[in-house]
């Protein structure tokens, strides 16, 4: 099969000032797809290819034109004799869907609570007290399954869960280093007090105690921002400054 399409698929990259990395993420297919399929011989599947031309302004059949103006037909099913191996990691996304994840699978974002940057890509924040958020595919990690009682305990669905783990002395000693957090991403608003992970100035996911620290008639909206950890001050932010990605939940962690 000519490899044309390449060459094409490169020339969009570059007519559109863009590169392998973000034209990927953009798609919706996970960082290092475009490179893999021009530079180490990958074989996508026609629906993958489409979403990754279509957002460079194109399409899979355009891509795949002949040079003599006539389109490849590929038998459906068998397009481009997709390797099963290649990108079969668990996806949440808007673009990726819910691939590789069960129906009752928590995802576990590839990110760290705690202090540090990192940087997590929310694809679709859902409804606040309604429906959860859902994340890029790159940050999926894996994913966990729970007991359907103890989700009905929780009075939660799976896709409403996210799970992070937890880094640093912050929350010491509530929270320890490698715990993870079940965190609800339906509940955005700091009401009832409690602990919370929210995204920092750097991009980054921190798990923080907060309160409402202003008056019902006061203009601004103030949330103190708590480490369990004395040896950390305190911090006030308006809540118009706060990304809240959910509430936490439960832990998961050893019993000391």
């Known amino acids: 099969m000519s490899e044309v399409w390449k060459d094409r698929l490169l020339a969009l990259i570059e007519a559109r000032k863009t590169n392998m990395k973000a034209a990927s993420v953009g798609a919706g297919l996970g960082e290092t797809f475009a490179r893999d399929v021009l530079k180490r011989d990958r074989k996508p599947s026609m629906e993958h290819l489409d979403k990754l031309a279509r957002f460079l302004g194109s399409s899979a059949s355009e891509l795949m034109q002949d040079p003599a103006g006539e389109h490849k037909r590929v038998p459906l099913g068998e397009e481009f004799d997709p390797d099963p191996s290649f990108d079969d990691h668990p996806t949440i996304g808007s673009e990726t869907g819910r691939r590789g994840i069960p129906d009752d699978g928590i995802a576990q974002i ?58 640093g002395d912050s929350m010491t000693s509530t929270l320890t ?35 409402i620290a202003s008056g019902p008639r006061d203009e601004d ?34 019993v000391g």
Do not use: C
């Not at 940057?117 to 606040?128: C, E, F, L, Q």
């Not at 715990?179 to 009401?191: A, G």
């Not at 001050?233 to 962690?253: C, H, Q, T, W, Y």
């Open 110 to 167: 590839d990110v760290t609570g705690g202090m540090g940057g990192g940087g997590v890509s929310i694809v679709n924040p859902g409804v606040p007290g309604k429906h959860g958020m859902t994340f890029a595919a790159e940050h999926i990690r894996d994913y966990w399954r729970l007991p359907v009682e103890v989700l009905m305990a929780l009075g939660l669905r799976a896709g409403d869960i996210a799970i992070i783990p937890v880094q």
């Open 177 to 211: 280093e490698g715990d993870f957090v079940f965190v609800d991403t339906r509940h955005r608003l700091p009401s009832p007090d409690g602990i919370y992970a929210l995204t920092d100035e750097f991009g980054g996911v921190v798990v923080k105690r907060l309160e």
């Open 221 to 254: 909206v103030m949330i103190r921002i708590i480490s369990d950890n004395p040896k950390h001050a305190p911090k006030e932010r308006p809540l118009s400054d706060i990304n809240i990605m959910g509430r936490v939940v439960r832990r998961f962690g050893v």
